[in-house]
């Protein structure tokens, strides 16, 4: 029995590859979600770019169609090699085990920003964040949007929230608003060349956004939080300062990273057992001095090495080296407007964005998702004021 713990990119896709070489399989997927969501796409539900619906793939219809067995539930710890113990005490026995969990929002301990904050990483976070937006802006009150964390994501929520709000002042009159992003960092950006991160800050800054490096947050409550000792009142405040990994990987005794993902040898195994595979945004593989980024294009490409290689196992062979290939990165803002590398090569603008939104298209699954995602995105200028917003 092969059980996969995690129905995301990675989880899906090693899957869809089992089930392709080898038609009798028993296979069971394990997640708490009853749909895989296109997580790149969160930020365009709350711009109201896009439907949530167009980003959600139901697992019950995945598996229907593949003959896996679904198990709605949480994996919670492991019982030795052979079993996943979920939520509840449910065991499910394994031969092969898939880790391909993804990973969370981290708070780094702060339980205030816990509580109060923001967050975007369902269909449900990004909807939840819209209906607020759009709930202060009618308020007639003037109202900050705190964006805890200057990474691409941050960035990205800080330019929907002010496609979302710009949207809002065509159809109708609104509060005044500001939109600021909080970077404890010198730089936002910091790790990217220039050539990349200077177009993406001036842009963000052309869209009014307002930047605060080197500073911190401090006390926070209800009605006020603390940036750099100045108290700011009427706000909401968003978190993507970080992400780390869920309980149950947290929970398997393996080495692991800062970060908790767990270290897999090149054949996405754990080096302490051979029957154990990690993918995606819970594993770190090793590549060129340190380990992958999290990104769709790693989880997507690792899911059918780590099929291959369970089919190797089975079949009395050696496992071979996951060899990752980075096609590039973007950084897109929702001005349409993206800036970073594809192929090697630095693309900026709206070509950028070209690029971005080509790659959600290609990596979403199901062809009606595909078309309702142009549909919306080439129809969007054509809907303000309506019930998409
Ligand atoms: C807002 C946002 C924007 C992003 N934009 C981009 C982008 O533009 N480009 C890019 O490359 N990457 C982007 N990413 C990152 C990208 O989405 C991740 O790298 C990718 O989703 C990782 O795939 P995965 O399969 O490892 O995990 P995921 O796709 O996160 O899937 C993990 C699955 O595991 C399940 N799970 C969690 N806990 C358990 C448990 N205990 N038991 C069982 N199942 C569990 C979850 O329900 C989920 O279905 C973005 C992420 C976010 C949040």
Not at 44 to 69: M, Q, T
Not at 79 to 107: M, N, Q, S, T
Not at 360 to 387: A, H
Request: glycine residues 10%; positive net charge.
């Amino acid at each position: 029995m092969i059980v996969v713990a995690g129905g995301g990119f990675a989880g899906l896709r090693l899957i869809e590859s089992l089930r392709a070489r080898d038609a009798d399989l028993g296979i069971t997927l394990i997640d708490p979600r009853a749909e895989a969501v296109f997580l790149p796409l969160l930020p365009d539900v709350v711009a109201g770019k896009v439907r949530d619906r167009r980003l959600l793939y139901p697992l019950s219809k995945f598996c229907a169609d593949r003959r896996v067995e679904l198990v709605c539930g949480r994996a919670a710890k492991l019982e030795g090699e052979r079993a996943v113990i979920l939520e509840g005490d449910r065991k499910v026995p394994f031969d092969y085990l898939a880790v391909c969990c993804g990973a969370e929002p981290d708070f780094h301990g702060n339980e205030d920003a816990h509580r109060l904050a923001y967050t975007l990483y369902s269909a449900r976070d990004a909807l939840r964040l819209r209906e607020r937006v759009k709930a202060v802006a009618a308020a007639g009150r003037p109202h900050t949007f705190i964006v805890i964390g200057g990474g691409y994501t941050g960035l990205e929520t800080a330019t929907a929230l002010g496609y979302l709000l710009a949207r809002l002042i065509r159809s109708g009159t609104i509060s005044p608003f500001f939109i600021r992003v909080v970077e404890l960092a010198p730089k936002v950006l910091g790790g990217l060349p220039e050539s990349i991160a200077d177009p993406v800050r001036r842009e963000v800054d052309h869209l009014g956004i307002r930047l605060s490096v080197s500073a911190t947050i401090g006390d926070m409550n209800e009605k006020f939080v603390e940036i750099d000792g100045e108290r700011v009142t009427d706000f909401t405040l968003i978190w993507s300062a970080g992400v780390r990994v869920v309980d149950f990987v947290r929970s398997i005794e393996a080495d692991k990273d800062k970060q908790g993902r767990l270290v897999v040898d090149p054949d996405l195994r754990l080096p302490s057992s051979r029957n154990i595979y990690a993918l995606g945004d819970c594993a770190h593989f090793e590549a060129g001095g340190g380990p992958l980024r999290m990104a769709v294009q790693f989880s997507w490409a690792q899911g059918p090495v780590a099929a291959e290689n369970i089919l190797r196992q089975i079949g009395g062979r050696e496992p071979h080296a996951y060899k990752p290939r980075d096609f590039g990165y973007l950084v897109p803002l929702a001005s349409w407007r993206a800036w970073g590398k594809v192929g090697g090569a630095t693309v900026g603008g709206m070509v950028g964005s070209f690029f971005h939104y080509f790659m959600c298209i290609f990596r979403t699954k199901r062809c009606r998702n595909k078309i309702g995602i142009v549909w919306d995105l080439v129809s969007v200028r054509r809907r303000v004021g309506s019930k998409l917003l």
